[in-house]
């Protein structure tokens, strides 16, 4: 490993100018390509001190041993080169994003002598017009076996060509009408580029000009008494329609654009891309890559936009690119796609109307796509294995961890503090034994104190399976597991049981979480699991005891385990919070009177318009209601007079207090108010 002020340039010696750098390693390898405004600023920026660097640049510049530059005149001419080396290089540290599949596109060979349409994977080709990619090798088929009755172009192969025109007879296709058999001389070579150039420009969505010319042409067959040509003519017209509608209109304005998406965390990212043409959806695809760079969004996007046109030239750049973030130096990238199309390219985030409605749609498709590409990867009995061996090392356990639990608190600025503990056997979720818990022990935010409740409870009830089974007697100086709020019962009615313990415990959290589960642990004499905790912010794991944290390889299989327990932890955790919330904020001093059902409920408040006005109301006025006799007017009364007036409702756009409504509408007003503070 080396050290980086070994092979810091001299000052004076970087220019302060656009440029792109290389860094070596000490087998002259490149391994990572970079651009900057100024070479001198960027470059000084790697050189600090290494314990401030984000830990995947600490980790390319200990094992670089080199780095070189090229000075250029603008930025634009920095973005070209850029992409130039990553392609040539391939360096191990940039962001390299690559197809999770081949997607397939129609394609037209117009630089044959006989163009042919045909379906092509791949890198693209020169003299070959492209129109996709699509997600499936047979949604081209469709569209193009509709397409052949109007444009009978070819489609075979140049062997079945060369054969027909050796014995002079055409393939079944020109027998049946879906070509015009170039090959026995039906037609010329110039009509047959004449009919494939039609072919494409129908596909580029000029379509409005040959249906009106189908269309006159039925009806002057209808007029001139050729029914049969008008009939062929009306079914031409139908198969077209009917390849049109294979791409509905997204947007209404026959919109030429490719929208990306990002979906990402800490340690990979997805990028999905639609192509839009003419209004409608021409094309997708999608890309997973790994950060193996330290880089946001905007650096995510700029790299999309590198793999997306980087071989591109005039149409194949469209004349609008909607990203959901701007790359860092905006102007040079879209100054260097207009200079890829020969005209000026929109590049900007959609704020509002159908395009920002169809980004959302994108979106959710790169959502999509991370988290089955996330779910592949963790349903692969040899990464799973992989996995926890790896975690075994790295925590210097005697066997591989089969079950993990994992544990979170979540809390809303201190309110409805509740706790999550999720199983995971063998590398996969155990959803059937993950539990939630109310902390009960304290009120307030302390998240330190929260996790000691809560190990504490989840093995204390542990012992006292053990305890029921003669296999543990408890010792004089360890805590007794007698806690009665233990021994409740889960929201099914089924008795909460933890008879079977985990090799492993995880927090998440640093070190004072940590030392909580470790000291919760130690109190019950509890000393065959092991404990340890996943901090977020860089996915350091911490030790009880420890003051450095274990840094597990940013590509190791266990790091990626413990990373999706502690994010299933969190959403449970999360979930959980919630609804309580909910629940506390629709509740009503009604939901205590003993004997009063929903009905006789809504019955009141709809009477009385609100808690308030009934509050106000005597026991003669409640019996007036349907349903409410002397008795059950006498218990509201007093359940109402006990409870305390409940916070008034706050219109939250204008800070206006609101008169007390119904528990639903009041509950949502307040709901709406507290979703503006800070949900942990």
């Not at 009995?381 to 005697?398: H, N, V, Y």
């Not at 409940?646 to 009041?666: D, F, K, L, R, W």
Request: hydrophobic fraction near 35%.
């Amino acid at each position: 490993m080396a050290d980086p002020s070994s092979y810091r340039p001299k000052p004076g010696q970087i220019p302060d100018s656009p440029g792109v750098y290389k860094f070596r390693d000490e087998h002259r390898r490149v391994i990572y390509v970079g651009k900057a405004k100024s070479l001198r600023q960027r470059l000084a920026n790697y050189f600090q001190d290494v314990a401030g660097l984000h830990p995947r640049t600490r980790t390319m510049v200990t094992t670089a041993a080199s780095v070189e530059w090229t000075v250029v005149s603008t930025e634009v001419e920095a973005l070209q080169l850029e992409y130039s080396w990553i392609k040539e290089f391939d360096p191990r540290f940039n962001v390299k994003y690559r197809d999770d599949k081949s997607y397939p596109s129609l394609a037209v060979t117009l630089g044959e002598q006989y163009p042919r349409v045909q379906v092509m994977r791949g890198p693209k080709k020169k003299g070959v017009r492209y129109f996709g990619p699509y997600a499936h090798a047979w949604a081209i088929r469709e569209t193009v076996d509709l397409m052949l009755r109007v444009f009978p172009v070819r489609t075979c192969s140049a062997g079945v060509f060369k054969r027909s025109k050796q014995i002079g007879r055409p393939c079944l296709l020109g027998y049946i009408g879906k070509c015009s058999a170039p090959c026995v001389g039906r037609v010329t070579p110039e009509e047959h580029r004449e009919l494939a150039e039609e072919f494409c420009d129908f596909m580029a969505g000029r379509t409005g000009t040959y249906l009106r010319r189908l269309e006159g042409q039925m009806r002057e067959a209808a007029e001139e008494m050729e029914y049969e040509r008008a009939a062929r003519l009306r079914d031409d017209i139908e198969a077209l329609r009917r390849a049109m509608e294979k791409n509905a209109v997204v947007l209404a304005d026959a919109t030429d654009a490719d929208l990306i998406a990002v979906a990402e965390d800490e340690l990979e990212a997805a990028v999905q891309i639609f192509h839009v043409r003419g209004g409608r959806v021409r094309g997708q695809r999608g890309w997973v890559t790994d950060k193996v760079e330290a880089v946001d969004t905007s650096g995510l996007v700029e790299h999309a936009l590198q793999q997306l046109y980087g071989e591109e030239h005039g149409e194949g750049v469209p004349k609008e690119v909607l990203v959901p973030a701007l790359p860092e130096d905006e102007v040079a990238v879209a100054a260097w796609l207009a200079g890829r199309r020969g005209s000026a390219v929109s590049l900007r985030i959609p704020q509002r109307g159908d395009k920002k409605d169809l980004m959302e749609t994108v979106r959710r498709n790169a959502v999509q796509s991370l988290a089955l590409h996330k779910t592949k990867r963790a349903s692969d009995l040899t990464t799973r294995s992989r996995a926890l061996e790896e975690i075994a090392e790295a925590l210097g356990l005697d066997g591989a961890p089969l079950r993990i639990e994992c544990f979170d608190i979540s809390h809303l600025q201190g309110q409805d503090v509740v706790a999550s503990m999720v199983v995971f056997e063998d590398g996969l979720a155990r959803k059937s034994e993950y539990r939630r818990f109310q902390v009960k022990g304290f009120e307030g935010q302390d998240d330190v104190r929260s996790m000691h409740e809560v190990v504490s409870r989840r093995f204390r009830r542990y012992l006292q399976e053990k305890l029921k089974t003669g296999e543990w007697s408890p010792q004089e100086d360890v805590a007794q597991p007698s806690d009665p709020a233990d021994q409740a019962a889960d929201d099914e009615g089924r008795p909460k049981r933890f008879a079977y313990p985990p090799q492993l415990v995880v927090v998440d959290g640093g070190q004072p979480q940590v030392a909580a589960a470790q000291r919760a642990l130690e109190e019950l004499g509890v000393d065959d699991v092991a404990v340890c905790g996943l901090a977020k912010r860089l996915e350091e794991v911490w030790l009880p005891g420890e003051d450095d944290p274990v840094v597990l390889p940013r590509s190791s299989e266990g790091l990626y385990l413990l990373q999706r327990v502690r994010d299933e932890a969190h959403r449970f955790a999360i979930q959980y919070q919630r609804g309580k919330r909910g629940k506390r904020l629709k509740s009503s001093p009604l939901d205590a009177v003993p004997g009063l059902g929903e009905t006789r409920k809504q019955a009141l408040i709809k009477h009385f318009g609100s808690v308030r006005k009934l509050r106000q109301a005597t026991i003669e006025e409640m019996c007036e209601v349907p349903g409410v006799g002397r008795k059950t007017a006498e218990t509201v009364a007093t359940a109402l007079a006990q409870a305390a007036p409940s916070a008034p409702a706050v219109n939250t756009a204008t800070g206006e207090i609101i008169e007390e409504e119904a528990p639903a509408v009041a509950g949502a007003l307040r709901d709406r108010g507290t979703d503006l503070g800070a949900e942990r």
